[in-house]
């Protein structure tokens, strides 16, 4: 049976995870779910987010999925571990790769995290780094107006412009030599941000290494997608359906149908 990969994020910022998924595994369908209508999930309680990641979970359950993968730094940080615990597929998440390939290129040990306040509070990224090298040195810093400039698609606007660069001041200093972008929304301003911080600094995305997960992960169970068939990408969002299409069609290359979802369920206070 033909099945599909599900992506789920608190809105645009997946599609930088789907899209090299689409460049690497071109035969595999996706099924897409941003949560545009309540995004940004950096500054919610942790407890919301866990409780929005498993209402989208349960709402992709239905397309009957091969995996899971949540897009999302802030989900993946808050609930990774208890989607493993409640479904029977693979889930994956977007922290465990960035850190890897942060480790890869690194050369004096020395990385920086950006990423939500909800990321970064909760540790996870010096966490898995230190776990893959206890010699690694990290810098983290919460750059909480980055993910609304996406969202509203100012992405590259001069305000954007000036709010990466002024939310990057406190890293201009520091010593590393590489920075994790600890959210799926940030390489929409990926070269904003490399020209803030100079070229002495990789900037490392958790997308490239995310998709080489899902294909070792398929590999190894044998459900890599080989019928030779054109496939259909479905995408879901909460919030406005034109936005999002504009967005996609910017940064994957290619027109594409949103259907709007409005939940049943009354949204929980900010």
């Not at 850190?99 to 050369?107: H, Y």
Request: proline letters at 7%; charged letters at 20%; aromatic letters at 6%.
């Amino acid at each position: 049976m033909h099945q599909a990969i599900a992506i789920l994020d608190s809105g645009v910022g997946g599609l930088t995870v789907a899209k090299e998924v689409m460049r690497q595994l071109p035969q595999e369908e996706i099924v897409y779910f941003g949560d545009t209508g309540r995004a940004p999930y950096g500054p919610r309680a942790p407890d919301e987010v866990l409780k929005f990641t498993e209402q989208i979970v349960e709402y992709l359950l239905q397309f009957q999925p091969k995996m899971i993968v949540i897009a999302c730094n802030t989900a993946t940080a808050i609930a990774l571990k208890h989607v493993r615990s409640q479904v029977n597929i693979p889930v994956v998440g977007v922290i465990q790769p960035g850190s890897r390939a942060a480790i890869k290129a690194t050369k004096t040990g020395m990385i920086g995290v950006i990423g939500t306040e909800n990321t970064v509070t909760s540790g996870a990224y010096p966490r898995a780094l230190q776990e893959l090298n206890p010699d690694t040195s990290v810098v983290s810093l919460a750059c909480p107006a980055l993910v609304p400039l996406v969202e509203k698609r100012l992405y590259r606007s001069d305000m954007a412009r000036t709010v990466v660069s002024q939310s990057l001041q406190p890293l201009l200093n520091s010593p590393i030599d590489c920075l994790i972008l600890g959210c799926t929304h940030y390489p929409f301003l990926a070269q904003m941000i490399a020209e803030t911080v100079g070229p002495r600094v990789s900037i490392i995305s958790s997308a490239d290494e995310t998709a080489r997960e899902i294909s070792t992960l398929l590999h190894h169970r044998g459900q890599l997608e080989t019928s030779g068939k054109v496939p259909v990408h479905r995408f879901f969002c909460s919030g406005d359906p034109e936005t999002f299409q504009a967005i996609a069609l910017e940064w994957l290359g290619e027109q594409i149908k949103v259907s709007p979802v409005f939940w049943q369920m009354t949204r929980l206070s900010r």
